[in-house]
């Protein structure tokens, strides 16, 4: 299973007891409300949940309700109310790609014959890509398997557009990427794309909330009105109690919680995620993939990267690389649902007296 970096902190130490995993259920405009109700703050629309709102900006929703906080025991409970087909604006591009198509069964990622090759020097080609092509559709999660050096990374960074093809085609949301201006680029990469890695890739000295708040900086957005959302996405995942931690005061899971957080705050199409688990213990990657599962419940589209078949697992399709080519390609009857082996996990960690102890996220 995962390797555990070493300089991370120690779960162990953070959480004695089972930390709590966000839940993000479903929540239809036309659910009976129940409970306290908070809704969407003006000019926010799509996903919301209990604690807060995804902001998607721009995104006109065609429902509006009001988000229902639940009392669940100490759990925090996470809802997002928009409907999958509906919750990310991808209509508009998907419609220009094919209008034969009906919009919303329209592909989100459109790849043909990409081929990457690196060169080392000028005599020393290394073909990482050799031919791959591939449709997402929305409200896929992918997993991209394969071993070290299949060329994973390499196409996860050209699906992210942080690097360019030798040849081949890639159409994102309806657009072809090789015929986008640099500026065009970097607005579909704001507004559409989210991203996570191994490695976290947080500001050290930021707290959370600042972390997860610097994508908006773009968005013409107040200082006050960013930490605002991003308090809310840090909600979403279950981190309500740690805002103003630095990563070095956050478990391995949290500060991959911070930036999955970070990835959503700008209510991406697709989120990509190249081995979002590899420096989490086994138990800690059950509480990221839940994370994931869910908003992927909610109809975002997710791809990701990985070596492990146990993480693959959770996903709805699988793809397998193997030298710059894909050697297959099919969806999961039954992929391994992070929820329910959370819930055992809960019980296993119960007390003899068969009184579980659960401790919500910074609570303390
Ligand atoms: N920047 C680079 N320059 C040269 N070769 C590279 C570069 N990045 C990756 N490669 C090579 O491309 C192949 C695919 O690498 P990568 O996409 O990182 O695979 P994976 O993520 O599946 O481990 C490997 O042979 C790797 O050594
Ligand atoms: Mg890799």
Redesign the pocket.
Known sequence: MAKKDPRLPDDNLEEPTAPTLPVIEKQTAASPAGGEHEGPAAGESGVSYTGGSIPIPDRPTEKQASPVRQPLGKTVLVKVQAEPEEARGLIQAEEALNESLPPRLAPVIVVRDLIKT?M?GRRTS?P?LRGVSLEVRPGEFVAIM??????????MNLLGCLDRPTSGEYWLSGKLVSSLSNDELARMRNQLLGFVFQGFNLLGRATAVRNVALPMVYAGLSRRERERRARKVLHLVGLGGRLDHKPSELSGGQQQRVAIARALVNGPSLLLADEPTGNLDSRTSIEIMGVLQALNEQGLTIVL?T?DANIAAYAKRQVA?LD?RIVRDEPLSAPRSAQKEWEALLKQSASPTGSTTVVEEGVE
């Open positions: 690196y080392l290394v990482a394969g071993p070290s050096g299949s060329g994973k990374s390499t196409f990267v070596h690389f710059g």
